[in-house]
């Protein structure tokens, strides 16, 4: 499950700054240019990861792990020599809480006039951060 909303955060690292000229796939990168890693991009890509808007959390499950899909803690916390120190504590503080509050609650989905459920629309809009968030306590 931790792994599946990783591939769902919509995320970019934070900027580089590159300390000298560089080439990357013919493209010349002068030494002082800003580097911005479009780690969303590489968790929707369709090559690692068939399917990438499902969610699909089956897709790390495999008995034989050589079968599971890329893991996307490799990457969703930044790469290289300067990744993010927060990553173990996220990891720890996002399993205590989800399990903390599937302890003390059963969590459906909301039910029109009719007992009919309503299935939340999921989108995104283009902005640094943005959210989208209906809840309702029965
Ligand atoms: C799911 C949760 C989190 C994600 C996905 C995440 C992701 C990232 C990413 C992508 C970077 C940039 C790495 C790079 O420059 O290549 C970063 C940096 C950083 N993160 Fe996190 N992070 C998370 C949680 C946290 C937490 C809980 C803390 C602190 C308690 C934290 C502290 C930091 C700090 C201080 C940096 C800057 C490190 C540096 O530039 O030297 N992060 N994080």
Known sequence: MFKEELMQLNLLALPHCVTQDDEYLGYRIPK????????????HD???YPDPFSFSPERFL?????????????????????????????????????????SAFTISKAVDTHGKEISPELDFTTAITSLHCNTSSN
């Open 32 to 43: 002082g240019s800003t580097i911005v890693a479009n780690i969303w991009k590489i968790a």
């Open 62 to 102: 495999n008995s034989d792990s050589a079968q599971n899909q890329l893991d996307p803690k490799k990457f969703v916390f930044g790469f290289g020599r300067r990744t993010c120190p927060g990553a173990q504590f996220a990891e720890l503080s996002i399993f205590l809480n989800v399990a903390s509050i599937l």
């Open 46 to 48: 369709p090559d690692l």
